[in-house]
Every structure is written in structure tokens, then in C-alpha cells.
């Protein structure tokens, strides 16, 4: 069966240094892979989309990668802030598919500590 | 101003009863989702619709059925509230002309049952 998998549900790390979140996919040919960033008691917020032909994606002190081989995206955050302490999803979009059939992880929690 | 908003945003009601909860996007979008959050973060799609149209209907009970009056608006109705259906719903939009699927999501409603 399809599944996404985002590695544990909480990672703490210190200010200043790199966060590193992993999310794995089985039985999917994704076409697309996005970030969501979502705060307490909020909707989640569109960050960065990759594509399938894709290695890599920046923007700002957020990295994206997405290894097809390994079916993994590893998502940076470079010298993370107290302010980067959110939920974090990824969510695949179908290669055959759009926005409407557009899957979550269930997340990770990231707590930068000051 | 609010590019997706839903009301209301807390609901708590008794077992049995039956609610609404609405949704208005001013993004000019054609296509409008209903997701549904659980205690343990995992965001699940419930309904898809672009332009007026059903397009997606997961495994939901037919206790839940959405209805869209124009492409702005979607909204949810829940029909004998249960238990299990205590989460936070969130309504979301895309850009029908784009299949790379970036939602835009409103803030939630968080809805109890008691």
C-alpha cells in the first residue's frame, strides 16, 4: 500500500545549527513533492515545491532534496531560528495526478532552542 | 484580507446533532478541498471540488456532504454528529489551470463532540 513517512514526530535542536527532516515514500510514483510548514492552531503554509527531475531546491535558508532512487526528500533548514519551531509536512502529488490528489505525511515537530 | 477563511473556527456540540462549516476563498480559484485533521497531525482529504463540480469523494460517511454554491465557496455539512469525528477541518484551494498542487489553506475548525 501507499505510505509516507516523516521521520520521528519531534526533533529538537539547537539555535544556529542545521535541521534536518526526512520524508519517505513507498508505492508512489510522485510527480511532485511540497513542504508545508504548519503552526499551532494554524492552517498549513505552502514552503517549497520540488519536481520529479529535480536534485535540489533553495530558498533562503530552506533546501529541498529529492532522491527518487532512495524514494526520500530531505528537507534543511540552515541556521535554524526559535522562530523555525513549527510542524513540517511533506505531501506528494501523483505523477498522473494534480493539486486534488495531493497526499500528506503526518509531520514533524521541530523545536529550535534558543 | 484573508485569502481562505472558514467559520467558525471552534465548534463544540453534543452527540446526535447536526452542523455546518463554511468556507469562502477570494483567490480566484476553481478547485476547493475539505481536509480533515486528527489528534495526531495526519491531514486526510475528504472532498475536491473545481468549479461547482465533485471531483474527489474519499471514504467519508455519507453523514458529511459538502455543497458548493459557487466556485468561492464550499461549504460542510455533518449530519448526526459522532464521537470519532472530533478533529480540526480545514478548507483549502488550488488553481484548477496547475497540476503542481501548492493548497492554500484556511486557518481550521476545530470541531468537538462531546
Known amino acids: 500500500s501507499q505510505k509516507i513517512e516523516q521521520n520521528s514526530e519531534a526533533l529538537n535542536i539547537q539555535e544556529g545549527k542545521t535541521a534536518t527532516l526526512t520524508c519517505n515514500y513507498t508505492n508512489y510514483s510522485p510527480a511532485y513533492l511540497q513542504w508545508y510548514r504548519q503552526d499551532p492552531g494554524r492552517g498549513p503554509v505552502f514552503l517549497l515545491l520540488?519536481?520529479?527531475?529535480?536534485k535540489e531546491k533553495r530558498k533562503e535558508r530552506l533546501k529541498v532534496t529529492f532522491d527518487t532512487t532512495l524514494k526520500q526528500s530531505l528537507f534543511h533548514i540552515t541556521a535554524s531560528q526559535p522562530a523555525d519551531s513549527a510542524t513540517y509536512l511533506c505531501a506528494l502529488v501523483p505523477y498522473s495526478g494534480s493539486a486534488r490528489q495531493l497526499t500528506f505525511g503526518s509531520g514533524t515537530q521541530l523545536t529550535v532552542l534558543p | 484580507d484573508t485569502a481562505v477563511s472558514q467559520t467558525p473556527k471552534y465548534l463544540v456540540t453534543q452527540m446526535g446533532n447536526d452542523k455546518s462549516i463554511k468556507c469562502e476563498q477570494n483567490l480566484g480559484h476553481d478547485t476547493m478541498y475539505w481536509y480533515k485533521q486528527d489528534s495526531k497531525k495526519f491531514l486526510k482529504i475528504m472532498f475536491s471540488y473545481n468549479n461547482k463540480e465533485l471531483i474527489i469523494n474519499e471514504t467519508v460517511p455519507n453523514r458529511f456532504s459538502p455543497k458548493s454554491p459557487d466556485k468561492a465557496h464550499l461549504n460542510l455539512h455533518i449530519n448526526s454528529l459522532e464521537l470519532g469525528d472530533s478533529a480540526v477541518y480545514f478548507c483549502a484551494s488550488s488553481p484548477g489551470t496547475t497540476n503542481t498542487g501548492e493548497l492554500f489553506f484556511g486557518e481550521g475548525s476545530r470541531l468537538t463532540v462531546l
Open positions: 520540488i519536481r520529479e527531475n529535480e
